[in-house]
């Protein structure tokens, strides 16, 4: 089946720009989670979302933000882009608790260049 | 912050068998230990988890100790593709917890 979806690949944008990015979990999959990698800080936690709720969130300003739709489709959005939003978003999917892996998915990525 | 520590960096010839060492002492008793690799620029990898048994499956094996405060991932043969970060985590499995990746480590295979 097919994998977890981003979309775009690439993104270039200018400072004080918002941007919106997209996530397709795998078929199935009802949790979707963001993550943002940098050089500097590594992977970091963004937020989950299951049932379009969101169920935990990381330690990001409030210019970040998400949602998820019925189909369980997932948009991530920053607003007022600073150049150290710079990274790769990661998006992750995985199967609902009580499911033989409860590991996640990832997709690969989208990598934002804030000009 | 990261439950696990891991060594920043290992070498491996090709070949041979990797084994990658991670600690996690303060890990508790309905937490799993995952392992993921990331290779320059995708998304990380799923490789294996397991909670107190010994886990293989057609990539690696995963070996925790009796006491679950420490555990090894194990390439059997590793190849130049194994080259990576890997990442050991613990995490429990309800919505309320979240993956908490650390640094990782940097697993290079040489020829």
């Known amino acids: 089946k097919a994998g977890v979806t981003q979309t775009p690949r690439y993104l270039i944008k200018t400072r004080g720009q918002q941007v919106t990015l997209s996530c397709s979990p795998i078929s199935g999959h009802r949790s979707v989670s963001w993550y943002q990698q940098t050089p500097g800080q590594g992977l970091q936690f963004l937020f989950e979302?299951?049932?379009?709720?969101?169920?935990n969130k990381g330690n990001f300003p409030g210019r970040f933000s998400g949602r998820q739709f019925s189909n369980s489709r997932s948009e991530m959005n920053v607003s007022t882009l600073e150049l150290g939003d710079s990274a790769l978003y990661l998006c992750?999917?995985?199967?609902?608790?009580?499911?033989?892996?409860?590991?996640?998915?990832f997709g690969s990525g989208t990598r934002l260049t804030v000009v | 912050d990261a439950k696990t520590t891991q060594p920043p960096s290992m070498d491996c010839a090709e070949g041979r068998a990797a084994n990658l060492p991670c600690n996690h002492s303060t890990i508790s008793g309905n937490e799993y230990v995952y392992w993921y690799r990331q290779i320059h620029s995708q998304g990380p990898q799923y490789i294996i988890h397991?909670?107190?048994n010994n886990e293989t499956n057609e990539m690696a094996s995963l070996i925790i100790t009796e006491d679950r405060k420490s555990s090894t991932l194990i390439l059997p043969h590793a190849t130049l593709r194994d080259t990576a970060v890997y990442y050991c985590i613990v995490r429990g499995d309800n919505y309320g917890q979240n993956f908490v990746f650390g640094p990782g480590t940097r697993l290079s295979v040489l020829p």
């Open positions: 979302y299951f049932s379009e709720t969101q169920r």
């Open positions: 397991g909670l107190k």
């Open positions: 992750a999917s995985r199967a609902s608790p009580g499911q033989l892996n409860y590991g996640y998915t």
